[in-house]
């Protein structure tokens, strides 16, 4: 059986014994993949010491289509993200990307796009940048990936009362659809403005959380309930670092 070699994030990972794991990797040419790595927290295995949420790296796997999980044999580190093992708001909106790829992308279709934006990501926050204007960018390009993208225009008139509508995926008059979503107009302009590429550094810290609300909302009517680490992304907190135990 030929291997797969390919570039790949990780977005989740379990314990399968004290030197094995269970991992699910977002790779850029294979799309969501489940592995046992065995041996993988061997320090002198094949496996980096070990595959750590949201690494960057190289897998070698053996993938047998009619199995759910697949045999990993070798993970090289590529890039490892420090700032989202550090800080509290960081690691959230890390982990909530983790999940909406694990919720909304089916196993083993390639989505090489998405997943170039989701390391390009990593890397702008890693660097400093506010992590909830680029989470914002991230969560629109994944619903369009998904074929999930809402509709923000406006046209010639704006709606007397702004509201948005899941079922149809865009903004509406509230007074004509009593039943949608009230938003602000300065929410629907922080995603119009994010959809057209505005940087991020430039949109209003308050309109940004309430689109990530509005998202966050619209994704559950798609994957149904859940979401965990993205309602606490969203939960008010002191702003400071953190470590998390065992480094």
């Given at each position: 059986m030929p291997n797969l070699v390919d570039q790949a994030i990780c977005i989740r990972?379990?314990?399968?014994?004290?030197?094995s794991q269970t991992v699910s990797l977002f790779c850029r040419g294979h799309g969501v993949l489940r592995g046992l790595a065995k041996?993988?927290?061997r320090e002198r295995g094949s496996f980096s010491g070990g595959i750590d949420m949201l690494a960057c790296g190289e897998v070698v796997a053996v993938v047998k289509p009619d199995r759910d999980l697949q045999t990993l044999t070798q993970w090289t580190l590529l890039q490892m993200f420090r700032r989202?093992?550090?800080?509290?708001?960081?690691?959230?909106?890390?982990?909530a990307m983790a999940e909406l790829v694990h919720r909304m992308l089916p196993?083993?279709?390639?989505?090489?796009?998405?997943?170039?934006?989701?390391?390009?990501?990593l890397e702008r926050i890693e660097e400093g940048e506010r992590p909830a204007p680029l989470f914002l960018r991230f969560f629109l390009m994944l619903l369009r990936e998904t074929g999930h993208e809402p509709r923000f225009e406006?046209?010639?008139?704006?709606?007397?009362?702004?509201a948005f509508d899941p079922a149809e995926g865009g903004i509406v008059d509230c007074s004509e659809r009593p039943k949608a979503w009230r938003m602000r107009p300065e929410t629907a302009f922080a995603l119009q403005q994010t959809v057209l590429g505005e940087p991020p550094e430039n949109l209003e810290p308050d309109s940004v959380d309430r689109a990530i609300r509005l998202l966050t909302a619209y994704a559950?009517?798609?994957?149904g309930d859940g979401l965990l680490t993205l309602h606490l992304a969203l939960e008010p907190r002191p702003s400071r670092s953190f470590r998390r135990s065992g480094g």
């Open positions: 990972q379990w314990d399968w014994s004290e030197t041996g993988a927290r989202p093992h550090d800080e509290l708001e960081t690691n959230l909106y890390g982990l196993p083993a279709v390639p989505h090489e796009r998405l997943h170039d934006f989701m390391l390009d990501t406006v046209g010639a008139t704006p709606p007397a009362r702004f559950r009517t798609v994957v």
